[in-house]
């Protein structure tokens, strides 16, 4: 099965991010194309960005709303959004791209 997801932590709070907009894109040539967009749920999971499409070969991203996501809880945050911009390779099937948070920081890596 093809599939792109994402987990955000908020370190600051010590529990997972729920309800931060996402959305995942694809570069095509100077543009970008956008894939899907979703809610991180209340385990700050977004599972599935994929949906039912194949994972391409291709230079992908994910863009989270953060400024939404901190003001909500009336907290003043340095960034905005982040952007995480990756690169799939020919026969990759999975990526899990888990984002850990905190007002002034952030950092990711690839999951499992």
């Avoid at 952007?83 to 026969?91: A, D, K, L, P, W």
């Amino acid at each position: 099965m093809s599939r792109i997801s994402t987990h955000i932590l908020d370190l600051g709070l010590g529990k997972p991010a729920a309800g931060v907009a996402v959305r995942l894109e694809k570069q095509e040539s100077a543009n970008w194309r956008l894939i899907s967009s979703a809610e991180t749920d209340r385990d700050g999971r977004c599972p599935r960005l994929l949906h039912d499409a194949k994972l391409s070969a291709g230079t992908y991203r994910l863009h989270f709303d953060t400024a939404t996501y901190f003001a909500a809880r009336k907290i003043e945050a340095l960034y905005p959004f982040i952007e995480i911009t990756f690169r799939v390779g020919e026969g990759d099937s999975h990526f899990h791209i888990p984002l850990l948070l905190s007002a002034n920081g952030y950092t990711t890596y690839r999951g499992t």
